[in-house]
């Protein structure tokens, strides 16, 4: 006839020396095995163990995946905070020759930029704008983000007319918006990006 009573196991505990006592009995179902420094705990105890481990790690996973698609979800930084926007910006155009400064008169911007490039023609380097550089952010998602950074929090239609007359993206290399018919010296081929899902998985 089976026992009532959960079965138990013995697992090992570090021995204390003679000249200490012996370790008192817990309240955690444990008993020390007959003439043996082992420690005896009910299975029941252990699968509690178990299972409060196991839940605990699950809470972290969930929280930090929350955190995760909080942040994915949030707008960078730069495109609510035009005093952060603007300091990269100057950066940008301080130590990455970000420019022209009017696109529509760039005076020799385009020779220096072609002379920097390795000597490549100037009708080339002419093609090699923010409008597609793989940084360029002109998302949806990023768009809604540029406007509501211009109206304050709010998306509106005067934000999506400035947006369209200044051809406004996000740099995701260098953390500003930025226009498209300007360049910096860090130019990437394979831009601009459209989508949102391409902006997530960047």
């Known amino acids: 006839m089976s026992s009532p009573f959960p079965t138990v196991q013995c697992t090992s505990f570090p021995t204390s020396s003679p000249s200490r006592r012996q370790p008192k009995r817990h309240r955690d179902s444990s008993t020390l095995c007959p003439r043996s420094g082992v420690r005896r705990t009910s299975l029941a105890t252990d699968i509690f ?59 020799d ?40 950074g211009i109206k304050g929090g709010e998306a509106s239609e005067s934000g999506k007319d400035t947006i369209k007359a200044g051809k406004l993206g996000y740099c995701h290399m260098h953390h500003f918006k930025c226009a498209a018919k300007r360049t910096c010296d860090t130019w990437v081929t394979g831009g601009p990006i459209k989508s949102d899902k391409r902006n997530k998985n960047e």
Not at 86 to 99: E, S
């Open 49 to 107: 163990r178990k299972v409060t481990i196991t839940s605990s790690i699950k809470q972290v996973v969930r929280r930090i995946l929350l955190e995760e698609r909080k942040r994915s979800d949030a707008c960078p930084r730069a495109t609510q905070d035009a005093v952060l926007n603007t300091k990269n910006r100057n950066k940008a155009i301080k130590k990455l020759g970000y420019g022209p400064a009017n696109p529509a008169k760039p005076g």
């Open 109 to 148: 911007f385009w020779e220096e930029k072609a002379e920097m490039w390795d000597g490549i023609p100037v009708n080339e380097a002419k093609s090699m704008l923010c409008g597609n550089c793989a940084a360029f952010d002109v998302s949806p998602k990023m768009l809604n983000c540029i406007n509501k």
